[in-house]
């Protein structure tokens, strides 16, 4: 019952903005809030953080039946990151949406999502190879076409990361931090997410399976005013649910990349949410990348 009311209310408060000039806001779009941790992961291309040139064609898959818009969420792009040096490199990504309400209607939306711009910086690149560090930042500018059933309007979002792999001679490990300060009009909010992951190389290292936990931690919001000020607040954004600050999310991800060649590999992944708390039901991807 006590949820229920969160969500009326969430509701009550979509309506109340869009009424009065806002747009409604949707309690998850693909590519930002805590979803951005899992495509961080995901760019990552079952390989560690170093900055490299490749070209990584991922599809993206969220199911989510919870929420103030209930969606399948499909998006594929094209990663591509150009290192001029081992030390750093620039990345972009480029998707394709195609967005189905789960609602009676079951509409289906097609349109280019939210681009994402990448820069990485692998200090001691030339010298390490088991020990990788990595950091840097990510940008995703508001370029989406396609309108969601309860839409946030432009949405930005900028993302710095930090990576670091060890790798032996059969396992691995990882850790990845980042924080999303992630604009839209209902206001501002800020996330920490922290992830961990690790897992055997097999069959003469050919194959890799790993296994790992994502949190994301709502750390402030700053709601929009009537006036068109922004204040902090302690409760959910216009059309979140379950999103206020302290509020934690977790979910447990699986990963397998599969090494053709030196410069091939197909990669696969799943995310499920373990946590009360969640902004999808299931999540997956499947990809192929080239190395050069």
């Not at 009311?5 to 930002?32: C, E, Q, W």
């Not at 070209?55 to 919870?66: G, I, R």
Request: charged letters at 15%.
């Amino acid at each position: 019952m006590s949820r229920l009311r969160a969500r009326l209310a969430a509701v009550a408060a979509a309506l109340t903005v869009g009424l009065s000039g806002g747009a409604a806001m949707a309690h998850h779009v693909p590519g930002h809030g805590a979803s951005e941790g899992v495509r961080s992961i995901n760019s990552l291309g079952g390989r560690g953080g170093r900055s490299q040139t490749r070209l990584l064609l991922l599809n993206e898959l969220v199911y989510a039946n919870t929420g103030l818009a209930p969606n399948v969420a499909n998006s594929t792009s094209l990663y591509g990151e150009y290192a001029p040096i081992p030390e750093l490199s620039i990345a972009a990504q480029a998707p394709l949406l195609v967005i189905r309400d789960l609602d009676a209607a079951g509409d289906t939306r097609i349109g280019y999502g939210d681009t994402r711009l990448q820069l990485r910086f692998t200090p001691h690149a030339r010298k390490l190879v088991h020990r990788v560090l990595s950091a840097g930042i990510t940008v995703s500018a508001p370029t989406r076409t396609v309108k969601l059933m309860v839409d946030p309007g432009p949405v930005t979002g900028v993302s710095p990361f930090v990576v670091f792999t060890r790798t032996y001679s059969r396992h691995f490990w990882q850790l990845i931090g980042l924080s999303v300060i992630e604009n839209r009009r209902a206001g501002t909010a800020v996330d920490l997410s922290f992830g961990a992951q690790g897992g055997s190389k097999v069959l003469k290292g050919k194959l890799s399976l790993g296994l790992g936990v994502l949190f994301d931690l709502r750390l402030a919001n700053f709601c929009a005013d009537p006036d068109g000020d922004r204040s902090f607040c302690t409760h959910s954004r216009a059309g979140e649910a379950e999103r206020e600050v302290g509020s934690l999310r977790a979910l447990v991800l699986s990963t397998i990349a599969y090494n053709i060649s030196p410069r091939w590999s197909v990669i696969g992944a799943i995310q499920g949410p373990v946590s009360p708390k969640m902004d999808f039901t299931v999540a997956g991807s499947v990809g192929a990348q080239v190395f050069f």
